[in-house]
């Protein structure tokens, strides 16, 4: 079996090589599939389940717990007041927190009461607090004023930076389609939506597009002059370049991926770090989502942007004549 070193060198030189660029009408199609489904699922699953800090709610924090089993909890507050659903994680080694919906002052004494019991603790130990809704809101709004900001800001310095607008649509729409599947995933699968979750969001955007900026370079670097050459067309050389980065690209997304995969399954899942797991399970989706938009969203939508200008048709005409007479001396 060949190495993966070979295998990296085989695409930057062009032995090995996939269609990317070719095949672009079959990748937009499931980009297209997986956006709706993304927008889709969460709405019939009955929408984004959001957390106490975007729809208000009581919590409890219970610290120098005997035990940190979350069952206990659940059915503490199942007992002390019937019928109320509770969120029940780990968020330190000794530490538990409960979030329920808004309690009366009854309901809430009783359910101290029964959490005091459940993990043998005194009432010194037991916090309980009403998170209303206003404070999700304004993250909420200041996110959406962030991402807004954002968005025009890396539109216009990666237009100055490419020195072509198209690379920065292309490169924005690959953006959204990160966003959207990573948010799609994270609605269908019935996570908490916390502002840890919202930071995690808006922490795949630099990542997403350091991706794509990794590949528009290389692009950008094979067709430059691209109008004098007949060694291949534009769209070839777009595919080259997606090839040739293609090892880096799965290199980069590996190590990003790893330590959040880590924090993900054995830090957050195994330990019930409620915090760390909203934030890693975002990136974790993201990072992958945007390593693959980047190969079949946004690249194959540059190539589409420009290979119709007037100057490429132009020239993949004289590479389609030089090809012709070279099978004619061959023939």
């Given at each position: 079996m060949k190495s993966f070193a070979t295998f990296g060198n085989e695409l930057y030189t062009g032995e090995r090589s996939y269609e990317f660029i070719g095949m672009r009408k079959i990748w937009f199609s499931i980009a297209g599939v997986a956006v709706l489904l993304s927008i889709l699922l969460p709405v019939l699953s009955g929408g984004f389940n959001f957390g106490i800090e975007f729809r208000g709610g009581s919590q409890f924090t219970i610290s120098e717990v005997s035990h940190t089993d979350v069952a206990t909890g659940q059915k503490a507050v199942e007992e002390a007041a019937p019928g109320t659903a509770a969120v029940v994680t780990n968020i330190a080694s000794n530490t538990m927190q409960v979030q329920t919906d808004k309690l009366s002052d009854d309901q809430t004494l009783k359910v101290k009461d029964a959490l005091k019991t459940a993990y043998g603790v005194t009432e010194d130990h037991i916090t309980s607090t009403f998170v209303g809704p206003t404070w999700g809101q304004d993250v909420s709004r200041q996110a959406v004023i962030g991402f807004l900001v954002f968005v025009l800001l890396a539109t216009v310095l990666m237009a100055l930076y490419f020195r072509t607008w198209r690379m920065s649509?292309?490169?924005?729409?690959?953006?959204?389609?990160?966003?959207?599947?990573?948010?799609?995933?994270?609605?269908?699968?019935?996570?908490?939506?916390?502002?840890?979750?919202?930071?995690?969001?808006?922490?795949i955007l630099s990542y997403s597009l350091y991706d794509t900026v990794v590949v528009f370079d290389k692009i950008r670097e094979n067709t430059t002059d691209i109008d004098k050459s007949v060694r291949r067309t534009f769209a070839e050389e777009v595919n080259l370049a997606v090839n040739q980065t293609l090892v880096r690209s799965i290199n980069t997304m590996m190590v990003a991926v790893l330590p959040v995969g880590s924090i993900l399954f054995i830090g957050a899942l195994l330990l019930g770090a409620g915090t760390l797991r909203d934030l890693s399970l975002a990136l974790f989706i993201g990072i992958i989502v945007s390593t693959f938009s980047t190969i079949f969203v946004a690249a194959p939508l540059y190539a589409w942007l420009r290979e119709h200008e007037p100057e490429l048709v132009k020239q993949a005409k004289k590479v389609a004549q030089r090809r012709a007479n070279e099978m004619v001396d061959a023939g």
């Amino acid at each position: 079996m060949k190495s993966f070193a070979t295998f990296g060198n085989e695409l930057y030189t062009g032995e090995r090589s996939y269609e990317f660029i070719g095949m672009r009408k079959i990748w937009f199609s499931i980009a297209g599939v997986a956006v709706l489904l993304s927008i889709l699922l969460p709405v019939l699953s009955g929408g984004f389940n959001f957390g106490i800090e975007f729809r208000g709610g009581s919590q409890f924090t219970i610290s120098e717990v005997s035990h940190t089993d979350v069952a206990t909890g659940q059915k503490a507050v199942e007992e002390a007041a019937p019928g109320t659903a509770a969120v029940v994680t780990n968020i330190a080694s000794n530490t538990m927190q409960v979030q329920t919906d808004k309690l009366s002052d009854d309901q809430t004494l009783k359910v101290k009461d029964a959490l005091k019991t459940a993990y043998g603790v005194t009432e010194d130990h037991i916090t309980s607090t009403f998170v209303g809704p206003t404070w999700g809101q304004d993250v909420s709004r200041q996110a959406v004023i962030g991402f807004l900001v954002f968005v025009l800001l890396a539109t216009v310095l990666m237009a100055l930076y490419f020195r072509t607008w198209r690379m920065s649509i292309a490169a924005i729409v690959g953006l959204l389609v990160v966003m959207v599947v990573t948010a799609g995933i994270y609605g269908a699968s019935g996570f908490e939506v916390t502002p840890s979750a919202i930071i995690g969001f808006l922490t795949i955007l630099s990542y997403s597009l350091y991706d794509t900026v990794v590949v528009f370079d290389k692009i950008r670097e094979n067709t430059t002059d691209i109008d004098k050459s007949v060694r291949r067309t534009f769209a070839e050389e777009v595919n080259l370049a997606v090839n040739q980065t293609l090892v880096r690209s799965i290199n980069t997304m590996m190590v990003a991926v790893l330590p959040v995969g880590s924090i993900l399954f054995i830090g957050a899942l195994l330990l019930g770090a409620g915090t760390l797991r909203d934030l890693s399970l975002a990136l974790f989706i993201g990072i992958i989502v945007s390593t693959f938009s980047t190969i079949f969203v946004a690249a194959p939508l540059y190539a589409w942007l420009r290979e119709h200008e007037p100057e490429l048709v132009k020239q993949a005409k004289k590479v389609a004549q030089r090809r012709a007479n070279e099978m004619v001396d061959a023939g």
